[in-house]
Structure formats: structure tokens, C-alpha cells
């Protein structure tokens, strides 16, 4: 016991707080990113990008979505960096404030009436800085929540990043729901869509009291202590870990399911020229509902990751979440609302999470600890700075008017979800190697009798805890 423990950071590990320091961070950052991304489909094309050619305006507002990231490998460079030079606490406070900042001046922005050009190009810029912002928070976040862990518990813990992700975009999605149900139509596109923005004030009071309160890892400190916080982890990060970077692109290209069921799949139901004719607050319940079932989901499908691997549930959730994209589509080309909710619970709500509730342990224990924040923010914001990009791209391939949406859509959401699942098979198993000898690729993992019995003895430490505490 002891000479396997030798392989964990020593210090105190503030599992719990940092778990929830995790989730409720991420929670407030993407609710400010994704209600941008709800405005994007429902809102702005008429208020910034008008013009005779709906067609237009609807490419250029999922544009704009896609501006965000890719700003995204920038601030991964920039935050990444900061995150494995100065610390993960430090750079998620850095990443809370910007993202605040940026999104409460989108709700003070004049519209394309008002001041021409500048409204467009304005929207742009503050977009661009989300994007810098939210580059962190994954990594970040992740990275704390994961060194913090127990042994044989990290996929549980690490999968609370991405509940609270689905958290704030179930709060991105219902606070629109109240505002375009009640309000008229005159009064929501006037000024009743600035309402969520002006609201993220909470994000920088919350997250900053919040965030302060945790303290830094053991296995950073102990980089610290040890002399071996890189000076330029970028260039250790791509010498050493350029392979898996490669792969984490790749896998990170499973945000095309979230594309096709938020993004895309809102201008289709949503926007008068494709002539489907959801209305506004009955398809925002799509995404709400699918959100709210994903949070009972993640944690469990973290928990199943400490018990059969990372791989297995990446490459069943990616490839099963493909095939149910043309579904999805086809149940809102014939107008079937509730259909379209079922497939959208399972696809999204249930199935994505074999990938979505996985990534957050699985991406930062293919790096070590010296490059862990750096090399998984590049990586990860590349390849969902490329999905980004589809929302448009699904737009011109197949915009109003067109043929076979379903069929043209789902086939290139699908193929891209097999480039992930293969990713993920070329892929090291990570769940049973230390924390210490994480991104050694030469790492001989705990057997499958010693992990069972750590795993068992960190479980029984938590149940004592809470005994003890009742």
C-alpha cells in the first residue's frame, strides 16, 4: 500500500470542494456562453444581420457562434499556460471575469437599426473574448477537480466539470423560456433577449466567492516545491505529448452532437425560412429537458469509467450518438414535437454522456502534471474551434429550401462522430495509472486485484466521512 501510494501527490486534497468549485464555475461560465448560443438561432439574425435573403442572415449568425471558438486555441495557449505556470485556482478566477464582463456588454449592444455595421462587428468582438475565456474552464477545471481525486474515484469526481457544463446550459435555455413564451414578440426582440445577459452579473459575484475559497492542488505544489513548473509548457507539451494532443483534437470533435441538436437543429425547427414552424419557447424545451436528464446521467457514467476504463463508454456513447442524429433531424422535419424530445433524451441526454461524462478525467490523464492544463486546453479547443465552424457549413450545405436535411446532416454528424470513436480506440487506457505517472506513456498501470482494492479502500474512507459528519 504504501510503495503504490508513493505514485499519489502527497498533501491535502479537498476532493468535495473542488468538485464543487467545478461544477458550479462551469455551471455560471456556460450558462454566459451558451445563451449566446441560444440568441445566435433565435434572435439574431434579425436584430444584427438583417437582410432580404433569410438565408443569409442565418449563415451569418450561426457564424458569429462560430467566431467564439475560434478564438478558443488562443486563450488555450494564453490560459493553458498560465494555468501550469501560476496555478489552476489562479486561472479559473482569470477565465470567470472575462467571460462575465464580456457577456453582460452583449446585452448592452446597440442593434444593426441603431448603429449600422458597428452592431455586427461589435457582437464579433465580444464573442471573440467569450471564447478567449471559456478556453480554460474545461481544462481548468478538470485538471483541479482531478488532482484533487482519490485513486480509483477520478472519473466520478472529474465528471461533476461537465454536469455543471449541462447545468448552465439547461439555465441558458430556461431562463429564455418565461421571456419568449409571455413576452410579445415585439418586446422579446426589442429588448426581453438582453434579460439573460445583463443577468451574468451573478457569475462574477458568485464564481468569485466561490472560487477563492479552494486551494491549489498537491500535485502542482508539490511541481512548485520540486522546482518543475515549466517555464514554456507549451513547447514540453507539443515534444512530449503531441500524439495524444493529436487524438484529443480528434475526440473533441464529438461537439458536433451538441451542434446538431442546439445549434443547427434550433435554426431548422425554429427559423421561418426553413418552414418547419416550431415555435420559439416549445423547442427551447428540447434542449432543457435533454440537459436535465444528462445531469442525472454524468455522474454515473464518471463512476462506471473508475469501474471498466475510459475507452469503452467514449466509443459506444460516440458512435451510438451519431446514428441518432439523423433521427433527431428527421423527427423535426415531419414536425413531431414529441419525438423529437425522446430522441433528443436519448441522444443527447443519455448516450452523449458515454463521451461527454468521460472526457473531463480521460483528456488531462493522458498529460502530466507539468503540461496537463496547457496541453489539453490546445488540444480540446481545436477540435471544437473546427465543430464550431458546422453550424454554418450545415447551413450553406443544406439551407432553406433544400432536400433530404435529416439524411445530408446526419451523415456528416455521424462520420465525424467515427473519427472520435477512433481516436478514442488509439487511445491508452488511463483509469488504473497513478496520478504521479500520468502522461508516461511507458506507465505500467495498478493491477486490476490492487485497483479493485484502493478503489474500495477510497470508498469506504468517503462512507466513513459521512458517518461521521451524521
Request: proline fraction near 6%; include cysteine; aromatic fraction near 12%.
Amino acid at each position: 500500500m504504501v510503495a503504490a501510494m508513493e505514485h499519489e501527490p502527497s498533501g491535502t486534497h479537498e476532493t468535495k470542494k473542488a468538485a464543487a468549485s467545478g461544477w458550479i464555475g462551469s455551471a455560471l461560465e456556460y450558462y454566459d456562453f451558451f445563451i449566446y448560443a441560444t440568441a445566435a438561432s433565435l434572435v439574431f439574425p434579425q436584430i444584427f444581420f438583417p437582410s432580404e435573403d433569410p438565408r443569409v442572415a442565418i449563415v451569418a449568425s450561426l457564424a458569429t457562434y462560430g467566431v467564439g471558438y475560434v478564438a478558443r486555441p488562443i486563450g488555450a495557449f494564453v490560459l493553458g499556460h498560465w494555468g501550469d505556470t501560476h496555478g489552476r485556482k489562479t486561472v479559473l478566477l482569470l477565465c470567470m471575469f472575462l467571460m462575465g464582463f464580456s457577456t453582460m456588454a452583449v446585452g448592452v449592444l446597440p442593434t444593426y437599426a441603431q448603429v449600422g455595421i458597428w452592431a455586427p462587428v461589435l457582437l464579433v468582438i465580444l464573442r471573440l473574448v467569450q471564447g478567449f475565456a471559456v478556453a480554460g474552464e474545461i481544462s481548468g477545471a478538470s485538471s483541479m477537480i482531478l488532482e484533487h481525486a482519490p485513486f480509483g474515484r477520478r472519473g466520478f469526481f472529474a465528471s461533476f466539470t461537465l454536469q455543471g457544463v449541462q447545468a448552465g446550459q439547461i439555465l441558458a435555455a430556461a431562463i429564455f423560456l418565461p421571456i419568449a413564451h409571455f413576452m410579445p414578440d415585439a418586446q422579446f426582440m426589442s429588448w426581453g433577449w438582453r434579460v439573460p445577459f445583463l443577468a451574468s452579473i451573478v457569475v462574477i459575484i458568485a464564481g468569485y466567492i466561490i472560487r477563492r475559497k479552494v486551494a491549489e492542488t498537491p500535485a502542482f505544489e508539490a511541481e512548485g516545491a520540486h522546482g518543475e513548473v515549466p517555464k514554456a509548457p507549451i513547447v514540453q507539451a507539443f515534444q512530449v505529448s503531441w500524439k495524444d494532443m493529436l487524438r484529443v483534437v480528434c475526440m473533441a470533435l464529438m461537439n458536433v452532437i451538441p451542434v446538431v441538436a442546439t445549434i443547427f437543429g434550433a435554426a431548422y425547427a425554429v427559423q421561418p425560412a426553413y418552414g418547419i414552424g416550431f415555435s420559439k419557447d416549445v423547442y427551447l424545451w428540447i434542449p432543457v429537458l435533454g440537459n436535465i436528464v444528462a445531469v442525472l446521467v454524468i455522474p454515473y457514467v464518471g463512476n462506471l469509467s473508475d469501474k471498466i476504463g475510459r475507452r469503452p463508454p467514449i466509443i459506444i456513447g460516440s458512435l451510438a450518438a451519431g446514428l441518432l442524429s439523423f433521427a433527431y433531424l428527421y423527427a423535426i422535419s415531419i414536425k413531431n414535437v414529441p419525438l423529437a424530445i425522446v430522441i433528443s433524451l436519448l441522444m443527447w441526454g443519455v448516450v452523449y454522456q458515454g463521451y461527454n461524462a468521460i472526457f473531463p478525467s480521460f483528456y488531462p490523464e493522458l498529460f502530466p502534471t507539468r503540461t496537463r492544463v496547457t496541453a489539453m486546453a490546445i488540444a480540446q479547443n481545436v477540435g471544437t474551434m473546427i465543430t464550431a465552424l458546422l453550424p454554418a457549413l450545415f447551413a450553406w450545405v443544406a439551407p432553406p429550401g433544400s432536400n433530404n436535411v435529416p439524411l445530408t446532416i446526419g451523415a456528416l454528424a455521424f462520420g465525424i462522430t467515427v473519427i472520435s470513436a477512433l481516436a478514442a480506440l488509439s487511445a491508452r487506457e488511463t483509469y488504473r495509472i497513478h496520478l504521479n505517472d500520468l502522461g508516461d506513456s511507458s506507465a505500467v498501470p495498478v493491477s486490476e486485484g490492487d485497483y479493485e482494492r484502493l478503489r474500495a479502500e477510497s470508498l469506504a474512507d468517503a462512507a466513513g466521512t459521512r458517518l461521521a459528519r451524521s
